[in-house]
């Protein structure tokens, strides 16, 4: 590419930049223009994993501010993720690398994560990742790992404990995956496609993947028959016609 036609295309694309700052240069620019703890990238695509696999990405965190900063907390928006960064207090200019991992036991398709991070004065930043996760006949087979176990129970286990009504059962354990009342998010829609007894099964026994566990207690989910069946008359008492 002549270097005439290199500078008539960056000038389109950045539009004010000069000639004599590299792409790279102009893209970090971009990437700190504000005041700060910032993500470099803050979208990042992880590619295809296998179910089950451990998917693992390292961000930048940069402080773009004139003085120290201290990265206060860094959470991610599913359990399954976790993010280290390798300093906690960054000086002016300074960057260190943010280690993450995303467990995709149970996913499937399509997946959007966010990391938040607070710095010492609270501010706020997030990134965004996105993996595509395959079906792996493997991790089906084998059965041995659950959303209810280990450090996945406090969020897909325990919230249910003490649940009496239909809608605060399902707030608590489904609507993460199936979206405010059944509508659907990562998970299908649920609403106005079962009989009672048949959504009953699904919700105790399951669709038979790691998706979709059983959730009743019997199967070592959290619910007990009376929790089942609460829900159960609340998800069809809604109004289907939507
Ligand atoms: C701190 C609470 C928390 C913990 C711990 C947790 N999750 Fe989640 N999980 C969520 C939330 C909230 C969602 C809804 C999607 C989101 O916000 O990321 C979710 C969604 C999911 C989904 C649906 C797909 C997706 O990612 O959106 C799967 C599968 C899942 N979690 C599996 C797990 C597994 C396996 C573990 C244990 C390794 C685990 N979760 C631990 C809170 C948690
Ligand atoms: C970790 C995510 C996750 C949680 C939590 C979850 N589900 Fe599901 N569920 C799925 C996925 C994914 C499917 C569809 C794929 C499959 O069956 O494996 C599904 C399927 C279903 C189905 C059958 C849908 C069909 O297409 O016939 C029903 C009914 C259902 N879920 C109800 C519930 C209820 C009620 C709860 C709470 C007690 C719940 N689910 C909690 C992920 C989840």
Not at 41 to 64: S, T, W
Request: glycine letters at 10%; charged letters at 20%.
């Amino acid at each position: 590419m002549s270097m005439a036609f290199r500078c008539f295309l960056m000038v389109v694309i950045m539009g004010i930049l000069g000639c004599n700052q590299s792409v790279s240069e102009a893209a970090s620019r971009q990437a700190v223009s504000s005041e700060g703890l910032v993500f470099d990238p803050i979208e990042l695509d992880m590619g295809e994993v296998l179910e089950g696999e451990q998917a693992k990405a390292v961000l930048l965190i940069r402080n773009n501010s004139k003085g120290f900063i201290q990265i206060a907390k860094v959470e991610s928006s599913c359990g399954c993720t976790t993010a280290e960064p390798e300093t906690h207090l960054l000086a002016s200019g300074q960057f260190t690398p943010l280690h993450i991992t995303v467990d995709t036991f149970g996913k499937l398709g399509n997946v959007r994560k966010s990391i938040t991070l607070t710095d010492g004065k609270g501010k706020m930043i997030k990134a965004w990742l996105s993996l595509h996760v395959k079906h792996n006949p493997h991790v089906m087979g084998e059965g041995k790992r659950s959303i209810f176990d280990g450090k996945c129970a406090s969020c897909h286990f325990e919230p249910a404990q003490g649940k009496t009504t239909g809608k605060a059962v399902y707030d608590a354990v489904c609507m993460m995956c199936h979206g405010e009342n059944g509508t659907g998010g990562y998970a299908p829609s649920i609403r106005g496609k079962y009989e009672e007894d048949a959504f009953k099964q699904l919700v105790a026994n399951g669709t038979g993947t790691s998706h979709m566990p059983g959730f009743a207690k019997k199967n070592k989910g959290p619910l007990s028959q009376m929790q089942i069946d609460a829900l159960a008359r609340w998800m069809l008492s809604l109004d289907n016609s939507i």
